[in-house]
């Protein structure tokens, strides 16, 4: 059974910075995406930050980029998001997510953990 679970969120003033982190298992097939998403109060959930797991190529919403970095620990099946300068908009709930298909880009992603709070005080 394929387990995803998030730890690193919290609360921090404006200009701060938190790092995510994704424990996985139970994979049968290794998936090629690995992504975070973002959901705040009344809003979509936004795909801000993926990974192509097999070449390591990442991507950023344009809110987040030159801010958030994500990028693996394959040694420890993680996938951490690196947040900085954090603002209040970036307050959320944060979610992460794997897929097998190869379409990094996508929402509806097959697996997803449980979700970690981030709230950005002014």
């Known amino acids: 059974q394929v387990q995803l679970v998030e730890s690193g969120g919290g609360s921090v003033q404006a200009g701060g910075s938190l790092r995510l982190s994704c424990l996985t298992s139970?994979?049968?097939?290794?998936?090629?995406?690995m992504a975070w998403f973002r959901q705040a109060p009344g809003k979509e959930r936004e795909n801000v930050a993926y990974?192509?797991?097999?070449?390591?190529?990442?991507r950023y919403a344009d809110s987040v980029k030159g801010r958030f970095t994500i990028f693996q620990d394959n040694t420890k099946n993680t996938v951490l998001l690196q947040m900085n300068s954090l603002k209040p908009e970036d307050s959320g709930m944060f979610y992460c997510?794997?897929?097998?298909?190869?379409?990094?880009?996508?929402?509806?992603?097959?697996?997803w953990g449980q979700g970690t709070q981030v709230t950005v005080g002014e």
């Open positions: 990974i192509k797991t097999g070449r390591g190529d990442t």
């Open positions: 997510a794997a897929d097998r298909s190869d379409f990094c880009a996508r929402r509806d992603y097959a697996y």
């Open positions: 139970g994979y049968t097939i290794t998936p090629k995406c």
